[in-house]
Each structure stands twice: as structure tokens, then as C-alpha cells.
């Protein structure tokens, strides 16, 4: 029998590529998210890869939304075998210039989504005792950067929800697993449609990783949800360690870099449309790519080691010393990210 995957996000980015990766397996793939053009897109091209596509829009910071979407699947396919929570919304501004309500909107959908999401799952999925969470998370749940508050706060929470989660289904004995498949900066068109307060047009910070890259790591993490996370890419994996072994530096550091280093050199335009209160992709798709296809890559090898704990933890231990030493030498130079 093929798998019955729930993919939240699904019109663009990270959910849209996994929807596809799925789709070649011969899955049964459920879409939800917000942007109607964006969703019949995506469902045509799992239909011609090889899976079968449901396609609800839904916004998942309405529970009942996303517990009718679950009944709905569970309906049309019979059970769901992997639930992956993927949509977020964000701002680019610093703090004091995000106004409440822009605040509460994206929380309600960046980390009450994923606890939407992850209770619908669960409804369907303990009465089976099988089946696998798997929650798109982010190294900047782990290592904050200014201009994006609300963004990391949310990605923090995830983590701590996440982890309080996975062991009450230890405790209970469940056969129903849950993991994180950490994210680095990664080619989406959020950065076209994100809501920006910012001079400049928001960029991800270099190295930055194809949709298709982050859609092999959430696979691999779902096929294999006994541990806890997955680090994808070598940042991501280096950016942890590296705020475990020096965190002040880095804050000195991302101080004096971390707003260049996330915008381009173009000027923004403050009358564009955003995406925080309603969808851009209900009338013309976007696809799955954003606009950096120059700049990123098609591949990571820190995927492979990935699978060997050991072997990438050493790795990655000498690269975050590296990494921690070359910031604390151009922290005392009050140097610049280039």
C-alpha cells in the first residue's frame, strides 16, 4: 500500500519539493496551504510524478481547519502514515518595529501551526499507535539573528514543544515517533512574498541549499524518526555547535554582521505584496524555487554524514571550533561578513 503523506506549506519551498520527492515514491500526498493557485500546481505535478494528490486549502492557524483537513485525508486514503509540518509566516524588521498584531499572526501560524498540526496528526495516528511526525525546523531554533525575532522565537519553540512531545510517547510506549529535520538557508520565494520593514530586498545568508536538498533531509528524517533531529547542511549542523561552544561571541559577531548579511544590495519596495494575511499564490503560482537559483546548491555532503552520528559530530566539532575562532578574530578586528 502506498503512503499516505500531510504535507503543510505544500505550495511552495521545502513542502512543495518534498511533495514532489513523495509523489516519485507512489505516495498518496495530502497539500494543505493557503494559495489555491500554488496548490493546483503542485498536485498536478504529483500526480505526474507518480503519487496521488489531495489538495485542501487550509491556514493552519485554525485547528479546526487543520483537524477537518486530517478527517478529510483520513477519509479520502484511508490512515496517515507521515504528517510534516512545513508552513510558516514571518517579518523582517527588528522588534520594536513589528506591531503586535503582526506579532500574534505569526506565531499563531509559525509555531501554533505546527501544534495544529502535530495534535491532528496524533488524533489519527495513537488510536493506530503507528505513524511519524516529522516537524521542519531551522538552525536559527537553535542560533537567533537579529531582524528576525519573531521568526527564531517561533523556531525555538517548536524545538522545546517537540521535545516535550517525543518524550511523553517514550513514556507511554508509543509506537508514534516525532523528530526535527533542522534547516539552513534555503532558495524559498518567502523571500520574495515575506512581510519586510527592511531598506533592502531580505536574502538568506549564504551557503544557501536548493527546496530539493531540505526534501531529502525531511524524507530521511521521516524514514528514520528514531532520533531526536537531523541536521541538513554543514551550517546548519556548525551553527549549533558552534552557539553550544560560544554563544556571546556570536552574538558580537552577528551584531555587527547579521543585518548586511541579510539583505541584497538592491533596494525593497515597501508597497510589494506580502504573504502574512493572505496568500500571493491564490492566483499565480510560484513555484517551489525562489529567486537565488544562481546562488545555491543542488547538493550537500553533510547529508551523508548525517546518517553516521559519530563520524559527523567529530566533523562538525572541528568546523564549529574553526568557525568559532575565525569569529572571534574578526569580532576583535570589528570587521564585517562579506
Known amino acids: 500500500m502506498p503512503e499516505t503523506v500531510v504535507i503543510t506549506g505544500a505550495s511552495a519551498g ?3 519539493a518534498t511533495a514532489r520527492a513523495y509523489a516519485a515514491r ?10 489555491r493557485a500554488g496548490l493546483a500546481a503542485t498536485a498536478d505535478e504529483v500526480e505526474k510524478a507518480g503519487g496521488h494528490a489531495l489538495a485542501l486549502p487550509v491556514d493552519v492557524s485554525d485547528h479546526r ?5 486530517a478527517d478529510t485525508a483520513v477519509r479520502t486514503f484511508g490512515a496517515i502514515d507521515v ?6 509566516a514571518s517579518v523582517f524588521a527588528p522588534f520594536t518595529d513589528i506591531t503586535a498584531e503582526e506579532y500574534a499572526r505569526v506565531t499563531d501560524v509559525t509555531y501554533l501551526g505546527f501544534v495544529n498540526g502535530t495534535r491532528a496528526a496524533l488524533a489519527h495516528m495513537l488510536p493506530r499507535d503507528r505513524g511519524t511526525i516529522v516537524q521542519v525546523g531551522s538552525a536559527l531554533g537553535s542560533r537567533s539573528v537579529p531582524l ?19 518524550t511523553e510517547l517514550m513514556h507511554n510506549g ?36 536548493q527546496p530539493e536538498v531540505a526534501a531529502r533531509g525531511v524524507l530521511y528524517a521521516a524514514d528514520h524518526p528514531g532520533r531526536k533531529q537531523f541536521y541538513v547542511g554543514a551550517s546548519t549542523a556548525a551553527t549549533i555547535v558552534a552557539n553550544k561552544i560560544a554563544p556571546g561571541l556570536l552574538d558580537r559577531y552577528l551584531a555587527r554582521t547579521g543585518y548586511d548579511s541579510q539583505q541584497t544590495d538592491r533596494p525593497d519596495d515597501p508597497r ?11 492566483d499565480t503560482d510560484h513555484g517551489a524555487h525562489g529567486a537565488f537559483d544562481d546562488r545555491s546548491g543542488a547538493r550537500a555532503p553533510q547529508l551523508w554524514l548525517s546518517h553516521h552520528p559519530a563520524l559527523s559530530a567529530a566533523v562538525l566539532a572541528g568546523t564549529a571550533l574553526g568557525g568559532t575562532w575565525a569569529a572571534v578574530r574578526l569580532a576583535g578586528r570589528g570587521g564585517s561578513c562579506p
Open 14 to 16: 521545502i513542502g512543495r
Open 26 to 35: 507512489g505516495a498518496d500526498v495530502v497539500l494543505l496551504a493557503r494559495g
Open 65 to 69: 481547519q487543520v483537524e477537518a483537513a
Open 83 to 88: 504528517w510534516i509540518n512545513v508552513a510558516f
Open 148 to 166: 528576525q525575532s519573531v521568526y527564531c522565537g517561533a523556531k525555538h519553540a517548536i524545538n522545546g514543544f517537540t521535545s516535550s512531545v517525543r
Open 174 to 209: 508509543s509506537n508514534v515517533r516525532i523528530t526535527i529535520a533542522q534547516m539552513p538557508a534555503v532558495n524559498t520565494p518567502q523571500f520574495s512574498w515575506v512581510l519586510s520593514r527592511l531598506p533592502r530586498k531580505p536574502q538568506p545568508v549564504p551557503p544557501i541549499y
Open 272 to 282: 510589494r505584496r506580502h504573504n502574512l494575511w493572505e496568500p500571493v499564490d491564490d
